[in-house]
């Protein structure tokens, strides 16, 4: 197997699977095993065709304009997020008090895929000149992207658990605007100026995203969970402790 895929499988993968243990580890009970990893497996497929939306459409941002940017942090972030909503809420999840934890799951396969075709795509190409800068910026994308898009699959999820889509929608689409400005500022750092500008918009943007999942992870998950998925989990904690 040859290096640049294996490096690209663990940045994308690795970071997406310990996100979601972290994040879900409190909540063991309140959700089906199965559906969290079809929503894990529709997340992998999913960030394949966001990907490829995302290929197809790079020369747009090329240059900085109003039109690029319009494109790339309205445009984009409408499309990522309507993926994750269509799938949160099929009959299968919408409605249902767990929709949040495979939103969750969801956000992070999305992440996992679209992390491993662009790490593969850059250390494909030209492996041999590939640094501990390159390699060190690929990691911090990589992060970015799992804390952001898990985040913003709870979002939706809950949305879908409460049964306000459009609401929930709305505030993944609004969370998306800092990180897709923080990514543009760094594709065109790397583009048109000096790497050394890429450390602190990859701090800036790694942090924003960390940010967000804590306080999902914090704030909303326990808030907004229905009072039916609560006490779940409480009979669920009783019994494993005796």
């Known amino acids: 197997m040859e290096p640049a895929f294996i490096f690209a499988s663990v940045i994308g993968v690795g970071p997406a699977l310990l996100v979601m243990y972290y994040v879900l580890r409190g909540y063991v009970g309140g959700f089906e095993d199965r559906k969290l990893f079809i929503g894990l497996a529709v997340g992998l497929v999913l960030g394949v065709v966001g990907f490829t939306f995302h290929g197809l459409l790079d020369r747009v941002i090329l240059y900085p304009s109003i039109f690029s940017f319009l494109i790339y942090v309205v445009g984009f972030a409408f499309l990522d997020n309507l993926m994750l909503f269509a799938v949160l809420n099929f009959k299968w999840v919408r409605g249902k008090p767990d929709a949040a934890f495979y939103g969750v799951s969801l956000g992070a396969g999305f992440s996992a895929t679209s992390v491993m075709a662009l790490a593969y795509g850059a250390t494909s190409v030209a492996v041999e000149f590939f640094g501990p800068i390159s390699i060190l910026s690929l990691v911090g994308i990589a992060l970015a992207s799992t804390f ?37 500022a760094l594709y065109y750092a790397g583009t048109f100026y000096e790497l050394w500008l890429w450390v602190p918009l990859m701090a800036a943007m790694a942090a924003y995203s960390l940010w967000l999942l804590r306080f999902v992870w914090r704030n909303s998950l326990p808030e907004f969970l229905p009072g039916e998925i609560r006490r779940k989990i409480r009979r669920q904690r009783r019994r494993a402790h005796g």
Do not use: D, K, N
């Not at 898990?150 to 969370?175: C, D, K, V």
């Open 148 to 184: 952001f898009r898990t985040a913003a699959g709870a979002l939706i999820g809950i949305g879908s658990a409460r049964s306000e889509p459009w609401q929930w929608f709305g505030r993944a689409l609004i969370a998306q605007v800092p990180y897709g400005t923080m990514f543009m």
